[in-house]
């Protein structure tokens, strides 16, 4: 019988679109697959997304790059940035010594190496144990003329609504 030599289980009737369908399923799955890893490997060989400033002085931008402005201020080379946001043109970081935010040219940073980001915990753990002697944090400030709604008297309590209206002293 000719329909037994088109099956690839008895019974069941084989079909060429179902065939290149199943396959089109399977390569599509593993690039999506082989895509995950290859982005899961660039962003642990990035260092947990540490960098270094490459250039010799970077652009510093807090709120974002504009035409006709200038930079907020510059960034000396090999200072240390947290990568926030990669981006083609410039990507947002953070300062590691401040924790400031801001934007720089992507060209002008690179991966941090190993031997910088250590000096740079050195440096930190040293700092750390200095300001532990100290009373209160050097970054800790308050601004009393906040408008901070926490901080806001709450408005005066209005007499109950049953009382009938008060009548001016005199009549």
Not at 21 to 29: F, H
Not at 58 to 66: L, N, S
Not at 92 to 109: H, M, N
Not at 160 to 167: G, K, N, S
Request: net charge neutral; with cysteine; charged share 15%.
């Amino acid at each position: 019988m000719k329909w037994r030599g088109a099956c690839l289980i008895t019974g069941v009737p084989y079909s060429r679109l179902a065939a290149l369908a199943a396959v089109l399923l399977a390569i599509l799955s593993l690039s999506c697959t082989a895509t995950h890893q290859a982005h899961t490997a660039t962003s642990a060989s990035q260092g947990g997304k540490i960098f270094a400033v490459s250039a010799d002085a970077a652009a510093f931008y807090r709120h974002g790059p504009e035409q006709g402005r200038d930079p907020d201020s510059s960034l000396a080379k090999d200072t240390l940035v947290r990568l926030i946001r990669p981006s083609f043109g410039y990507s947002k970081i953070q300062l590691v010594s401040s924790g400031e935010k801001g934007y720089v040219l992507s060209d002008d940073i690179k991966p941090a190496s190993p031997s910088l980001i250590a000096a740079a915990n050195t440096v930190a753990t040293e700092n750390t144990a200095t300001v532990a002697h100290t009373f209160g944090s050097p970054r800790e400030t308050f601004n009393i003329n906040s408008d901070d709604p926490r901080l806001v008297p709450p408005p005066e309590q209005l007499p109950p609504p049953d009382l009938p209206p008060q009548t001016p002293p005199g009549q």
